[in-house]
């Protein structure tokens, strides 16, 4: 029975781990009453491996293996429910934190760690099918929010959604930042949004920062109530609560795709860790302010729901032992990594060849050839031609798209 409180977020789980609607989740209801329990546990599995993923790849920086890290320490219950919301053909767009976005769409998250290596200018080649339409990650604040309406744009030109075809019909989702919601980037693409009214989600992860600056500074009013401005709907979600983001973002993506309109979610959540590995937020946050996010944590009440429900201590087990073990294969290839040929550097900054290109790349081979033999393997790099400029990438990952 929902609380009637006219609060706006829309809520299952509450912090405490209870199924608890709230008064704006009704609607979203039929959405969460499909999931199986083996789609819960999914969930509880995703998140606890993310996180696993995480901790090791911010301790890898701080041993030197990584130039950076981005960590997503507590915004995984907004990432892995609105990722498993998504259909195989529908795009994803997103910033640069969506680490559990990018496993749930099949990419390697060791592809992840070569980027933040400064190994790659990508990381992973968007079109091949075992990325399912996962985009690149996109540093440039908000200009993802551009590319995101440019193509649901192009699906609708191309008439590839609203067609009844559950299989077929595409839709666009794009996440960002409370801070990038103040770009202009995001304000043109949700203005086109909703004038050609594409298919498409925008899905805010409010974290409360955008480095040192909190929310507060962004935006007068919750970043929600800005969709009314454009014409879309906007909801507020609860992001810490996996089942909400879940509900919410399959009921926009369906909307979408069945020729709706767009909308925006605003996730509430928060970054528990560091902006990046270059950052200290004790210099510009209380620890107040924190352990209020820590008290409610995303994975911690799914677990209190799981057991409530009766699931064992071995699932628990298991799980654990799962994020040990990626991570320590994690740990196991970056020790193994090698550095790839300095020409591959040039590969697929154009699409066709380029005159300039070519001329930095045989530049930059003669001058790895200058150190002679004894050098590095890199050194001995034959002068690339127009074509191989362009083809040199493709690894067994996938290519560095
Ligand atoms: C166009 C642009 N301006 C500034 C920056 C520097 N910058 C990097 S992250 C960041 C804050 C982004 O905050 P938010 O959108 O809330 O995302 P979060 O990092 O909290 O996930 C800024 C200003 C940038 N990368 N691109
Ligand atoms: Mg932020």
């Known amino acids: 029975m929902a609380k009637s409180t006219g609060d706006p977020m829309v809520q299952l789980l509450a912090p405490d781990g209870s199924l608890a609607p709230s008064e704006r989740a009704e609607e979203f209801l039929p959405y969460f009453e499909q999931l199986t329990d083996d789609n819960i546990k999914r969930f509880f599995r995703d998140m606890s491996v993310i996180r696993r993923f995480d901790t090791e790849a911010t301790n890898l920086q701080r041993q030197g293996q990584l130039a950076l890290w981005i960590p997503s320490h507590g915004q995984e219950g907004a990432q892995v429910g609105s990722a498993h919301a998504t259909r195989p053909q529908d795009h994803i767009f997103p910033a640069y ?54 193509y649901a744009m192009g699906i609708k030109f191309d008439g590839d959604y609203a067609t009844g075809n559950y299989e077929t019909d ?5 996440y960002f930042g409370d801070g990038a919601s103040s770009q202009g980037d995001v304000h043109e693409a949700m203005v086109f949004a909703a004038s050609q009214q594409t298919p498409q989600v925008f899905f805010v992860q409010n974290n409360h920062w955008a480095i040192s600056v909190p929310v507060s500074v962004q935006a007068r009013v919750p970043l929600f109530r800005r969709a009314d401005g454009y014409g879309m709907p906007g909801v507020q979600i609860d992001g810490n609560d996996v089942f909400a983001s879940y509900a919410v973002t399959a009921k926009l993506m369906d909307d979408a795709r069945q020729g709706r309109g767009p909308s925006m979610i605003e996730a509430e959540t928060y970054r528990i860790g560091a902006h990046t ?22 994975i911690t ?74 050098e590095s393997a890199s050194s001995n790099a034959p002068t690339p031609d127009a074509n191989s400029v362009q083809e040199a990438a493709p690894t067994a990952e996938g290519g560095d798209a």
Not at 103 to 119: A, E, H, P
Not at 170 to 174: D, E, H, L, S
Not at 277 to 298: F, G, H, N, V
């Open 97 to 150: 934190r969506e680490h559990a976005i990018a496993m749930i769409r099949g990419v390697d998250l060791f592809d992840l760690i070569r980027l933040l290596r400064g190994l790659t200018h990508g990381g992973w080649n968007p079109n091949d099918p075992r990325f399912r339409n996962f985009h690149l990650y996109t540093l440039v604040i908000g200009s993802q929010s551009l590319h995101a309406t440019g």
């Open 170 to 174: 595409q839709a666009v989702i794009v």
């Open 277 to 298: 590995s270059s950052d200290d937020p004790t210099k510009y946050r209380d620890d107040s302010e924190l352990s209020s996010w820590i008290a409610r944590d995303p």
């Open 301 to 374: 009440r799914l677990e209190a729901y799981l057991r409530d429900k009766g699931v064992e201590q071995a699932f628990f087990d298991e799980v654990a032992q799962e994020g040990a073990d990626y991570s320590a294969d994690i740990r196991h290839r970056i020790v193994a990594i090698e550095n790839p040929d300095p020409a591959s550097m040039f590969s697929h900054v154009y699409s066709d060849p380029h005159p300039l290109m070519t001329e930095q790349a045989a530049w930059l081979a003669n001058y790895e050839a200058s150190f002679g033999e004894q």
